[in-house]
């Protein structure tokens, strides 16, 4: 078993223990129910009615069901067998009947023969990949061209980011954060996205950790205190001129 694989089983046994915990975040914690707003914002945004959707890491179904309900189809990836039955339960209780829930990691999903879609969402995914110009090489292939790619990332010019950091590496804690393999700031996911045609329409930082973030917020530092970034890329035939900053 490689390194890279090792890593991603880390990151799915992490998930699996804390499915439940994770899910009922998304209606107790106002971090999770901004995270929520934000991406069902954008997927109404860039999705419509005859769609095919494909959820890389999808959890516990809670961005799955929102899309099935505003496309035409949507196939729903993860690792985790607790996310799977979190997120299928979810699709039955919505009656999103337009789901194909698949058992599968990052790394054995270019070898299940999937369609091309056009909208593709990634949200807190590849920071757990050892190989992320591998995972974006196939995460482009598998859009249409004029597709959209949404995806998070862990900011990396984040304060925040940086103390977690540390604290790890210093006290062992947060516990997670040994799963996580790549944090990277905006300018520089912006340039990897353009190397595979990946033309950014827009990003967004959300994620506000306790007072420090929503001081940061007060002050027009948001960049430096939110913890998470999301960009809105579009599928373009050849990679795009990098946009600087």
């Known amino acids: 078993m490689t390194a890279k694989t090792l890593a991603s089983r880390d990151a799915i046994q992490w998930h699996s223990d804390i499915a439940s915990a994770f899910d009922s975040k998304y209606r107790g914690s106002p971090a999770f129910q901004e995270r929520y707003a934000l991406w069902t914002g954008l997927i109404d945004r860039f999705s419509a009615r005859g769609d095919v959707v494909l959820d890389l890491g999808c959890g516990s179904g809670i961005f799955a069901t929102y899309a099935a309900k505003r496309t035409a189809q949507v196939i729903a990836l993860d690792g985790s067998d607790q ?3 979190l997120a299928t339960r979810k699709a039955e209780h919505e009656r999103a009947d337009n789901i194909r829930f698949v058992h599968s990691t990052l790394e054995e999903a270019p070898s299940l023969g999937l369609p091309l879609v ?26 249409r061209r004029g597709g959209v790619l949404l995806v998070s990332m862990p900011n990396g010019q984040s304060l925040y980011r ?4 540390w604290t ?22 912006k340039g990897m996205l353009a190397h595979h ?34 960009f809105a890329c579009r599928k373009v035939e050849s990679p795009p001129v990098p946009t600087p900053g």
């Open 168 to 189: 790890y590496r210093l006290f062992g804690f947060p516990k997670y954060y040994g799963c996580v393999k790549t944090v990277t700031t905006e300018a520089a996911f």
């Open 83 to 85: 996310m799977l039955v």
């Open 118 to 143: 056009d909208l593709l969402l990634c949200s807190s995914v590849l920071e757990y990949s050892g190989q992320l110009g591998h995972d974006l090489a196939f995460i482009s292939s598998s859009l």
């Open 197 to 230: 045609s990946l033309e950014v329409l827009d990003t967004h930082f959300y994620g506000a950790i306790g007072w420090f973030g929503r001081a940061m917020r007060m002050l027009g530092l948001t960049r430096y205190g939110d913890s998470l970034v999301v």
């Open 162 to 165: 940086t103390l977690e950091r």
